[in-house]
């Protein structure tokens, strides 16, 4: 198969998968009469239904990495003492 009719292919198929699921998504209400229309929701349980839930996992996600940190090694503080070496010798790390 040859690349052209490869991006063919998958273009092809993502637009089908676009339509077919478009239908759903784009009902507003049921068809039939027999539904019993819900509450309006205003702004504020708009927000806290679809903003409500990404700003928990946020939190979530801080608290976990926060408690799950490990504590950096931090060294000790330098000494003042120079140590001498002769020229022959490494030097010590």
Same mark, same amino acid.
């Given at each position: 198969m040859k690349a052209p009719v490869r991006i063919v292919t998958l273009l092809a198929a993502s637009l089908l998968g676009l339509?077919?699921?478009a239908g759903a998504a784009a009902a507003d209400t049921p068809a039939g009469g027999d539904w019993i229309a819900g509450p309006e929701r205003s702004t504020l349980e708009l927000l806290l239904l679809f903003g409500g839930g990404t700003v928990g996992m946020f939190v979530v996600v801080a608290l976990f990495g926060l408690l799950t940190a490990r %504590? %950096?090694?931090?060294p000790p503080e330098p000494g003042t003492e120079l140590v001498r070496t002769s020229d022959s010798a490494p030097a010590q790390h």
């Open positions: 339509l077919a699921t %504590n %950096n090694y931090e």
